[in-house]
């Protein structure tokens, strides 16, 4: 089976940076995936990673090693407004879909 | 405006009503997809259209019946739901089946009473 795994929650204040980890177990997939969802909102994607290493687009990083069944989400000089949930999704060989990780709550305080 | 567009964004609901939710999507994309999401749960995947054909049910309770009439509108009827189905519906859309990115809706919102 596929399974991720996120921190539930991270905290931070603006202008840090903050690292959101997904670790996962599946036999194989395409890439990894980040989306953003803030309260009451719907998720919007960030970034994914076909291939191992770092893809980036302005603040916010992605990295992907699939020797080590890791990958992140880099988040720089941090606002308010990234104040939101993170999830991690992988589309895994064989035909299926998507699978997505619990998502991790990103607060992001003054 | 994401482009894919979810009515109603909030809807309560007796365990005995019938009512139906709706998607549109205005992006050009050939594949949508409902998702059911818990608090404290990760996204789940519930069905697949690509084409207007369903090519994923994934072993969800026949008391949740979609519709894709086209492949712009997607719909989720629902009939005499359980408590545990209260949950925010979302729905998505890509290019094609499977494709990066997904874009969502806003979703609903549904509680049983």
């Known amino acids: 089976g596929q399974s991720l795994e996120q921190p539930s929650e991270v905290t931070a204040v603006e202008g840090a940076i903050v690292q959101i980890n997904c670790t996962y177990q599946t036999s194989g997939f395409y890439g990894l995936s980040w989306y953003q969802q803030h309260d009451g909102g719907a998720p919007t994607f960030l970034s994914y990673n076909g291939l191992d290493g770092l893809e980036e687009t302005g603040r916010f990083s992605s990295f992907l090693s699939r020797s080590d069944s890791y990958g992140y989400l880099l988040l720089q000089e941090l606002q308010m407004k990234d104040s939101a949930s993170y999830f991690c999704a992988v589309r895994p060989r064989g035909g299926q879909n998507f699978v997505f990780g619990p998502g991790t709550r990103l607060s992001v305080l003054p | 405006e994401t482009g894919v567009t979810q009515t109603p964004r909030h809807l309560v609901m007796g365990m005995t009503n019938k009512k139906s939710l709706k998607c549109e999507q205005h992006l050009g994309h050939n594949a949508m997809y409902w998702y059911k999401q818990s608090a404290k749960k990760p996204l789940e995947l519930m069905f697949v259209?690509?084409?207007?054909?369903?090519?994923e049910n994934n072993s969800v309770p026949s008391r949740f019946s979609p519709e894709c009439p086209n492949s712009s509108h997607l719909f989720l009827h629902l009939h005499t739901l359980q408590p545990e189905d209260s949950a925010l519906y979302l729905c998505?859309?890509?290019?094609?089946?499977?494709?990066?990115?997904?874009?969502f809706g806003d979703g609903t919102r549904l509680s049983i009473l």
């Open positions: 259209y690509n084409f207007k054909e369903q090519t």
């Open positions: 998505a859309s890509s290019r094609r089946v499977r494709n990066q990115p997904q874009h």
